[in-house]
């Protein structure tokens, strides 16, 4: 007999990355990920110092470390960015879900993923996203949740930027969070694999 698959996606707890009200935007645009060639920090920075010259009033936070933060620093100096661009470690859930309500929107380049939780942490929080057309965030991110590309493409890095920075306000926070309810909480979670174990 053929085999049948399901699949479930990765549970996250979604009463510690919750969505805060904004009365505005922050401005402030956020990656997080270790600092290397896969998750793209530096493909991040890169985009936003080219976003940064006619947006100068937007921030990008960036959290995590790892063999490319020698390469950021020097960035950074550089091209004079101390004062646009923060610099974080790696944070506490507790303390990166407070990152999270304190940004737009995330912004992961990741060339692979088999899941992406970080993806699916910024979305509880009711965060838009931009990020790979390939492998697993595809899965979580459509249209009404943000902006998928070739994080390869520096032109259409930057692109995504612009294009989110003049439709950000036209993202439903409560949907984009409410899909990763759905799929992802622990309780539900919970009652999938319930499910799918009773029908074994």
Not at 31 to 44: E, H, I, M
Not at 76 to 96: A, C, M, R, T, Y
Not at 102 to 122: K, M, Q, R, Y
Request: aromatic letters at 8%.
């Amino acid at each position: 007999t053929p085999r049948k698959t399901e699949i479930i996606f990765n549970p996250i707890d979604t009463t510690l990355f919750q969505k805060v009200e904004k009365k505005m935007l922050t401005k402030n645009m956020i990656f997080v990920g270790r600092f290397d060639q896969n998750k793209g920090a530096l493909r991040a920075l890169i985009a936003f110092h080219q976003f940064n010259k006619t947006n100068p009033d937007w921030t990008l936070t960036i959290v995590g470390n790892g063999k490319e933060r020698k390469q950021l620093l020097q960035f950074i100096e550089e091209n004079d960015l101390h004062q646009h661009v923060i610099l974080k470690g790696f944070l506490s859930p507790k303390l990166l879900a407070e990152e999270f309500n304190n940004a737009d929107f995330l912004i992961s380049p990741t060339l692979h993923e088999t899941f992406g939780l970080v993806i699916a942490e910024a979305m509880a929080c009711g965060l838009p996203v931009i990020t790979t057309n390939k492998t697993a965030p595809k899965e979580l991110v459509g249209d009404d949740c943000g902006i998928l590309i070739d994080p390869n493409n520096k032109e259409e890095l930057l692109l995504s930027i612009q294009a989110m920075e003049k439709t950000i306000k036209n993202y439903d926070s409560n949907l984009i969070r409410d899909k990763i309810v759905n799929r992802c909480s622990v309780s539900n979670f919970g009652k999938r694999l319930f499910t799918i174990y009773q029908s074994l």
